[in-house]
Structures are given as structure tokens and as C-alpha cells.
């Protein structure tokens, strides 16, 4: 049974960074692709950042030059640095991941995800 285990998620002061992975564990396929969404209480769930199979990425205007995301295929984990913080970049983030099976599967971690707090 495929599983994605985040981690990394915590309390932070405006300015600071937190880095956050997202594992797949029980997989013997790779990462093709990855994404990064948040939810901010009240508010609808939001795509972060993406990663394609190809390496590009993209992000929601609100987070560039800020977020970076990238994957490592050796760990099957992808990661988001999460730099200069702010308060409204406070959420729970949850990672999604398309993995290299025949035909490639899509697993998320909705029913996880990390909380990320951006406060003084």
C-alpha cells in the first residue's frame, strides 16, 4: 500500500524558512511528477508548486521567488523550501505525487498533510 508521509511542517516567525518532504513510502515505482497544494482555515485548497516529469516547475504567483520545489528520485521523496515566510502563507500543505507505474498512478496526502504556522 502506497503511503505519503510528510514531514518537516512547524511553528516559524515571519522571514524565516521551513523545509518540507513528502516521502512515498511501499512504492517500487518513481516519482514522475509532484505538487505542493495548502489550505488555509476557510479557504479552498490551493496549489502550490508543481514539479513535471521533465523537471520544470511551476508556482502560484503568491509564492515565487519564495517556495522552490524538487524531488529526488533515489529518496521518492519531494520537498518544498519555503523561504522568507509569511503569515498568510500559513496552512496545512499536503504533497501530491504521479508515480512511473504502468499506467502512472496518482496518490495524495489529503487525509495528512503538515501545518505550517507563520507568526510572531
Known amino acids: 500500500q502506497v503511503q505519503l508521509v510528510e514531514s518537516g511542517g512547524g511553528l516559524v516567525q515571519p522571514g524565516g524558512s521551513l523545509s518540507l518532504s513528502c516521502v512515498v513510502s511501499?512504492?517500487?515505482?518513481?516519482?514522475?511528477?509532484g505538487s505542493w497544494y495548502r489550505q488555509a482555515p476557510g479557504k479552498e485548497r490551493e496549489l502550490v508548486a508543481t514539479i513535471t516529469s521533465g523537471g520544470s516547475t511551476n508556482y502560484a504567483d503568491s509564492v515565487k521567488g519564495r517556495f522552490t520545489i524538487s524531488r529526488d528520485n533515489a529518496k521518492n521523496t519531494v520537498y518544498l523550501q519555503m523561504n522568507n515566510l509569511k503569515p498568510e502563507d500559513t496552512a496545512v500543505y499536503y504533497c501530491?505525487?504521479?508515480?512511473?507505474?504502468?499506467?502512472?498512478?496518482?496518490?495524495?496526502?489529503w487525509g495528512q498533510g503538515t501545518q505550517v504556522t507563520v507568526s510572531s
Open positions: 511501499e512504492s517500487i515505482f518513481s516519482i514522475r511528477a
Open positions: 501530491k505525487v504521479v508515480l512511473n507505474s504502468p499506467p502512472p498512478s496518482i496518490f495524495s496526502s
